[in-house]
């Protein structure tokens, strides 16, 4: 897969997560700002721990599938979902570097995963984000109209059917 950003400098490419993206992942946790992280993983974690990038690197390209944004051999974002209980139902989850927002590849690559969901039978994703976090809610928004959004204890709990 392949694309380029609205901004006709910044052109990236799209690809599955792969087992050998630990190290990429570990950068791109650090530079990261700390409004990022805690937006992303709901905590202000320091620094990624193995068995977290594990748990990351853990894809089996259907029921838990990863895309990363690729711009000059760096991972600059990367999307994912893992399905639950429910085999209809997936949780999403995304994250683009600071740098990198605002251009579009947050929307691209959730396109991009959603219609690969689709293939592999997923009907909704679901996301948990934090009440302030308006532009994860924005790009949910934009994926489905019919977005649903729950609000409990300072947290959001989102539903996009697909
Ligand atoms: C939420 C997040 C993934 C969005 O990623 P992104 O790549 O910035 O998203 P996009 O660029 O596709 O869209 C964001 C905005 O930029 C705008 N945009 C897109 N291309 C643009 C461009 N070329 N120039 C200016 N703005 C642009 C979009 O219209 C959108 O605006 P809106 O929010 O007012 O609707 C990113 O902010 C992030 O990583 N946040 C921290 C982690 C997080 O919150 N994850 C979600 C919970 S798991």
């Known amino acids: 897969m392949g694309a380029a950003a609205h901004d006709t400098t910044a052109v990236f490419t799209i ?3 792969e087992a050998g993206d630990r190290e990429q992942l570990r950068r791109l946790f650090y530079r990261l700002s700390p409004t990022t992280v805690y937006r992303r993983f709901m905590s202000p974690i320091p620094r990624p721990s193995e068995p977290a990038l594990d748990r990351l690197l853990d894809v089996d390209h259907c029921n ?4 990363a944004a690729v711009v000059d ?5 990367v999307v994912r ?3 639950g209980s429910r085999p209809e ?6 994250v683009v570097e600071d740098a990198w927002q605002h251009r579009g590849i947050g929307k691209l690559l959730l396109a991009l995963l959603a219609r690969r969901a689709r293939e ?4 909704a994703f679901t996301a948990t984000m ?3 976090n308006r532009p994860a809610a924005r790009l949910l ?8 959004f729950t609000v409990s204890q300072g947290e959001v709990e989102a539903v996009v059917p697909l």
């Open 120 to 123: 592999h039978g997923v009907r």
């Open 64 to 67: 838990r599938e990863a895309l």
């Open 89 to 94: 139902e997936a949780e999403v989850a995304i």
């Open 130 to 132: 934090l009440g302030d």
């Open 81 to 83: 979902y893992v399905r």
């Open 141 to 148: 928004k934009g994926l489905s109209e019919q977005a649903r």
């Open 15 to 17: 690809r599955p997560l």
């Open 73 to 77: 051999g760096d991972v600059v974002a």
